[in-house]
């Protein structure tokens, strides 16, 4: 039924707030599924990269994608602020009934790392990002689909659990529990099969310590010069890893590519088109200075 129709059919049957409701229900399942359409074919998107960036070569964490059906998509972006136990007990249940057991697959009750395909809520990390079991999965969602909307992301219609990469060294934490390692930014264009430029990841001063409380402004610029001096002594070998492997990945185009450090190799996180990454207005095209 299109919108003309249903109005049509509303006003025979002539009760103002009926349709008001209807219209209103119409437009919200409108602009649900477009956000729906936009997600799914959204480069992006992590169950889009994901794939391909594993035939890298590079470790990366062991994922698992699960696709949210259009009525939980929909639900959760109109209703996630605030107390929603029906919500959250509906999320439980379609994820438990989705998490396929396979052997060697990721423990649903263990300690994972969370996050959407499109973004993370990393600014609220212990909250958003570590979940420990089924009951701890609702909260870290709504938070981070709440968190995206605030901050104007795109809209996501995956989850994505994964294997927690814990590193090596003790480092302090920035925004509500995110240790700070060693990460990269890595520009390479996947068409050319060249590397373009890196960036260390925590290295723009003044983007990280917008908004940040004081006593987390100490500690990233007490850590900074440790985090750059090992980013510049890592990047040569992490630029000869990315130029042998990265040119086996099935991608077009230009693209960011984020690594973190262990403190033995380099695991490759996390990717989006160059255009919409941050560093980009930056980079510097090898022949292009
Ligand atoms: N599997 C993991 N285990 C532990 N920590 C992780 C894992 N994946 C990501 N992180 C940490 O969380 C941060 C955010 O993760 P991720 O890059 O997936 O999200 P994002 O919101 O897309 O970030 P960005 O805005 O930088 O693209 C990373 O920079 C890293 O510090
Ligand atoms: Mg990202």
Request: net charge negative; with cysteine.
């Amino acid at each position: 039924m299109d919108k003309d129709d249903l109005l049509t059919a509303l006003d025979a049957v002539g009760n103002d707030l009926d349709r008001y409701e209807e219209e209103e229900r119409y437009y919200r399942y409108c602009h649900t599924n477009t956000h729906y359409c936009d997600s799914i074919r959204n480069p992006n998107e992590l169950s889009f990269w994901y794939p391909k960036a594993v035939e890298s070569g590079f470790r990366t964490p062991e994922t698992k994608i699960i696709f949210m059906p259009p009525d939980l998509f929909g639900d959760l972006l109109i209703d996630c602020e605030g107390n929603q136990p029906e919500l959250e007990k509906r999320i439980k249940d379609f994820i438990i009934a989705n998490w396929d057991v396979t052997p060697g697959e990721l423990d649903i009750n263990s300690k994972l790392f969370f996050r959407l395909g499109g973004s993370s809520g990393k600014f609220s990390f212990q909250d958003n990002c570590i979940v420990n079991g089924p009951d701890t999965f609702a909260n870290a969602i709504r938070n981070t689909v709440y968190e995206n909307l605030c901050l104007d992301k795109p809209y996501s219609c995956t989850f994505v659990f994964r294997e927690f990469i814990e590193t090596e060294d003790e480092r302090p934490e920035i925004y509500r529990g995110l240790k700070l390692n060693t990460e990269f930014r890595i520009f390479y264009d996947f068409h050319r099969k060249q590397f373009l430029d890196g960036f260390n990841y925590w290295g723009d001063h003044d983007r990280m310590l917008m908004g940040m409380p004081e006593k987390q402004q100490k500690e990233y610029e007490n850590a900074y010069p440790m985090l750059e001096g090992e980013y510049q002594r890592l990047l040569p070998a992490l630029r000869n890893e990315c130029e042998e492997k990265l040119s086996r990945v099935n991608l077009h185009g230009r693209w960011s590519v984020d690594f973190m450090w262990t403190g033995t190799e380099f695991v490759l996180i996390d990717m989006a088109e160059m255009a919409k990454s941050y560093f980009a207005e930056r980079v510097r095209i090898p022949g292009e200075e």
